[in-house]
């Protein structure tokens, strides 16, 4: 009987591996047992370097998701994530990419994983942002205007060339980009986000040939341990308003489904500053996969304060398809990503959002 | 002369030769309905070349053969068979059954040519097979028959069809003296009672004393009718 | 109408004949299905033998849409990236492939003997693999194979620690009932041990994976075999979607137009192809002799069938004196030949298939030996095959039953039917010494005719087969006059003895039967003395040959490799250690590359000129001038071939050759031919240090030692054993013997022919006999009324058959001549390109001539025996 590999979640999940707990001072240490950089408060960013990867740390992921509107109207959604994770004695990187694509006309869900050694069909170089798996891959183009080239697709089927153009400034999350993720002081990241970016390009779906443009949100975390004990996955949102502000919603998950003291709610200003807010999440209604047997959240409400006016917010999620879900095969992680629309109170669409939910699928097997 | 319509059989100048030696020259005579003629004579005298012509087995030379009004000789050689199977019955000297057929099949053969019905073919064999007093060997193989029996058969063979003509070539030839007169009588009273004709090539007087006539040939030509 | 009438008169008649003699027809239906049989094993063993030649990397990706190889030598991974980038943003599945062959050690003691398995190593990127469609368990496929010393867990530092492991490989399903552990294997000159990781797993829809395909990751084996750096091609895999086929086409041209000089692209469909393409000629050759044996059945029934028509020709003359029809006659007949046609095929098939699991180990074992590594062991039988078998043998039997059902046609009714009459004398046309001389002559034009030209090289030599076919059907028709002649000329010593008197008047007016036995038997006596003419010339030629290029004393290569394709080799170090052995004079050392030409395989290979001509002769067909130098000049480099070469690509002495290397294409110029009977795709020899320097690749395929006098081979060959285990070390004897003995396999199936050919001929003058004797009765009732003894008469039909063998044997080796001449320079020359010298095996050819009319002889003997015990003529 083989065994699918539950190395990403080994990774992930994992606590029995990770560093014990230490009690002695507040800094984080250096290193963890197996000698991976443990991200450290206070850690001055130069960019362009810091854009590409860093291979002392063990995990690391460039993370985009959005919107994309046709000429004629038509919507989709899009996600393009690049993983780079380090073999325990550093012998070498594995790459993993998942893209995904919603035609939310057709509710059509398409989507793809791959995995490569480091070597010549993948790589992402250390001097500067250029991340590639097989024929996928992100480029900074312009380093000064920090201008990007996305490529992807998913096999045969759908694929697509995008010039992306961060229309706000870079946001570090947490503290200046080292975001906490739980009580071991070894659960960190630091945490690098574009929280809007222009996108314009091609994008083939079938044997249509589409030009698009659209607005992304890119992720960019480097850490060598996520969770801590007690900790069974997270919920994540982010969400732009169609009145140019952002917010990022990182909620860890415990086991009896409370969030851990770690989550947090980020809001972005127009001028991309960030300002930190209460949240509750209340599970509206789910949704079964019958592929995994996972029940994941699918309409939720959210009630933050928003910073400018100190009212209460209340933000209904609502997934412009219920079956987002990426099987995971080749990670061995499945986990729902998803494109959504926001509503406020009143039901008045007042943003698009990507929500992403981990750790819902008790079996990885039917 | 008998009319010609109730001749069934007109033998007219027939002549024949193998090389430079003359087997039959100019010999003519008619067979009526159920008449019984012998054709005897010696050795080498042409008997069985003429009753071979008669069955359409041999051609003449000259003349022709008329049998129920067709000339025999302007047959080609599948005309010929259908003439055998139709309307006429041989019986040979020895027999010639077919042995690996039992009696009752053998019996039935000239029918299964004709495409008799089955039902039809069962009735008439059954009686033949009883009139030729062989019930209890019905289903025996020839091999297993005395030459009697043999000759028996035969001659049920010969008539099931309801030929018009039987041709016998020395039916006794083989038969010791006790058999042969049985085979003779059951020759006699068979085409009595189905009305055919029979030419008898024979050298007894007992087989020739069943006939109505007798031809006698000597080298090749009539001698003597009587 | 008549349909019901034939079949009543079939059941009636033939089939209870057929119950009452179950002996006969048993034996009848026996023939055909033997020559039924030997034509389906062989057709059977063919496919299966090809069938087996599998892409391997499809057993694990499906079905690869292309391939590109470089034409000789092996792909720089550099090209990897290239390629990448070329595709662009192109949804194609790209997959490294490095191949290697190895083979299990040799089990105790003595190496040296070819015929071991061997195996197929794969090596891809495990982790990129799992990309595929195919891959339902994804990674877990490979490294997540839990075995027998690994905890059983899912924490991940277990597939870290699987995919950081040392060498491991992972075996075929069917390697073993349960897989082992550990394995041996002979790669190169090492001897490994590989840890098994588990089992290769089989992908839905691809090929069953083949038991000797083992599979490793790309690194791993790239690292065993010292490739780092190197792959042997790049396989690639279009993504699913609703544009594949033009993408396909699209990608084609792509990698034609990047690859130009590069490499050469092909698809497995082609690759399958060009395996079916390389043993055609080989494959076809067989099936011509198999179709002899069902010539041979045909032969026989004909003659079981005809001596039944006369044995039962009374009965027939009672149906035809019944009235029954000449044309109904036949078609009971016809129908009982396809009765028993039908019988003794399907009969045939069973016992076909039965064969070919035992021929296919045979022909499995010749492909091995002379093309590629097949591990066939079983033939499986097909619907249509089955088919194919049954419907021949229904067809060979109506053939062969024709004439005797047009005579038995004929038959007249029973009132004409004279048992003494004399015996059909047979068709004109087969008596005519005018068709048989323009028979020969037609055949001596034919044999100017070039061979037929197959696609991927190689001719057919119809032209061959159909100077063969005359001339033994005008031979057949010349040797039957002979009897006459032989009755003549015996008559002086037989008029004092009645027995002989009686036999020789029958000769003197051969029956058609007569004819039809003594050319039977003419022409198996032929064909047996042909080909063994055959095998006695290639004997002595390639005695020869070894003799005039087996110089060394010791011959040593890797013991992996253990058939005609491998790749195993001798690194650079290891033969520089065996050639400064103290025992040592003298040593060299040939290198050997699969090259691709003119879109045909060929070798390419290296050895030390300087050394070669001062310690041996090459065996000249077309010398090179003397003093040319093979090192060192300017311009085009000098080259010899090989005779097959020459065939196959057309190419002589002076003209050049444009080859592709790794490093570029380069030109050679001919400049000599040699006589090499190892090889049947050709060979191109050159100095090595060209090859070195165009393949950047030292290793080499073979040593070969010349020791100080006074040394014994055998202690030196143990010695080295003793220090490489992974080397076979053959001394010069013992690889004479093997050559030869790998020889004579590739004619194990011919010589079974043979012998069948001439018991069936010899069969087939016994019931000749018989149905002669048949005919004749009357007249051996009258010899035994005149006081004949059982014993004279006897003796009188062992006259008649001596002498119908005799004139057999005679016309028989006559024509052996002629066809041995004709397989040697014409149908082997055109078939595989060997120029053979002709050598008689004296001794061969005058036993198979006495045995044969001694043969003769006494069976005639035998049937005058029973003739004479035949009761007197009953009426039937």
Sequence with gaps: MKRTLLFFLGILLAVTGAAPSRAQSDLPPLTTPEGFAVPQPGHVFSFPRDHAAHPEFRIEWWYITGHLYAADGRRFGLQATFFRTAAPDRSGDLHLAHMALLDVTTGHFLHQERLNREGWDARAAVDRLDVANGPWGLQMTEPVTEQMLLRGGIRGEASFTLELTPSKPLVRFGENGYSRKGADPTAASYYLTFPRIATRGDLVVGTENLTVTGELWMDHEISSSQLSAGQVGWDWISVHFTDQREIMLYRLRRSDGSADPASTLTWVDADGRTQVAPFTWTVQSTWKSAKTGAVYPSKVKVVTTDPATGASVVLFIEPLAESQELTGELGGVPYWEGACRVRDASGREIGSAFMELTGYAKDLKI | ?226 | MSTALVTTLLHRVILRQWRLAPRATLLLTGILALGVAVYVSIRLANRAAVASFTHFTDTLTGQSDWIIQAPAGALAESVLPELRRALGARPVHVIPVLEATAAAPAAGGDGGRFGRPSYTLLGVDLIGVSNLARSPDGVGAYYGQSTPDRADSAEAADFWAALRAGPQVWISPEFAPTPPRQLSIVLDERVVELRVAGVIPSAPEAPRVPANLMVMDLASLQRLTGKEGWIDRIEFIVEAGPRQAEQRAELAALLAELGRDRWSLSSPGARRESAEVMTRAFRLNLTVLSLIALLVGLYLIFQALDGAVVRRRGEIAVLRSLGVEESTIRQVWLAEAAVLGLVGGTLGVALGWLGAQVSVRAVGQTVNALYFGTTVNQANLSVSEALLGIVLGVVTSVAAGWWPASAAARTPPAQVLHRGSAPAVGARWARSPMIAGGCLLLAVACAQLPGFPLPGGGRFPVAGYAVAFLAIFGGGILCSHLLAPVARLASAWGRRRAPACVALSHLRQPSGRHRLAAAALHCAIGMTAGMAILVGSFDQTVRNWVQRTLQADLYIASDGAQTANAQNRISADAAAALAAHPTVAAANVLVAWRIELDGRPTVLSGTDFAVLQAHMDLPWIDPPPAGTAFIGKEGPTPVVVSESFTERFDRRSGDSVRVTTSTGSRDLQIVGVFADYGNEQGSILLDRSHLVDWFRDTSVTSVSLWLQPGVDADTVRADLLAQYPGLSVLTNSRLRAEILRIFRQTFAITYALEIIGVLVAVIGLVLTLTSVLLDRRDELTTLRALGFSRHEIAVATAIEGTALSAAAVAGGLALSLGLGWLLIHVINKQSFGWTLGFALPWGQLAALGLLVTLAGAAVSYGVGRWGANLPADQEA
């Excluded at chain 2, 020259?25 to 009526?32: G, K, R, Y």
């Excluded at chain 2, 041999?58 to 010929?80: F, H, K, T, Y």
């Excluded at chain 2, 289903?139 to 041709?167: F, T, Y």
């Design chain 2, 1 to 226: 002369m008998p009319a010609a319509s109730s001749s069934l059989l007109q033998v007219n100048a027939v002549g024949k030769r193998y090389g430079d030696r003359r087997v039959l020259d100019a010999v003519s005579f008619t067979v009526a309905r159920g008449e019984r003629i012998a054709l005897t004579g010696p050795s080498g005298s042409g008997k069985t070349t003429l009753l071979n012509c008669l069955g359409g087995v041999d051609r003449p030379d000259e003349g022709n053969i008329v049998l129920q009004g067709e000339s025999i000789g302007e047959l080609d050689s599948n005309a010929l068979a259908r003439l055998r199977r139709q309307r006429i019955g041989t019986v040979f000297q020895f027999f010639h059954l077919l042995p690996t057929l039992t009696v009752r099949e053998n019996i039935e053969l000239p029918l299964q040519l004709l495409q008799v019905p089955a039902a039809e073919r069962t009735t008439r064999v059954q009686s033949f097979v009883e009139r030729v007093g062989l019930v209890a060997r019905a289903d025996a193989l020839p091999g297993q028959l005395s030459g009697g029996e043999q000759q028996r058969v035969a001659i049920a063979r010969a008539l099931v069809h309801r030929p018009s003509l039987i041709l016998a070539d020395e039916p006794t030839g083989n038969l010791d003296s006790a058999n042969g007169a049985n085979i003779l009588a059951l020759l006699r009273e068979l085409t009595g009672e189905t009305g055919t004709a029979l030419v008898l090539v024979t050298h007894s007087e007992e087989a020739a004393a069943i006939c109505h006539r007798r031809i006698h040939l000597r080298d090749g030509r009539v001698t003597t009718e009587s």
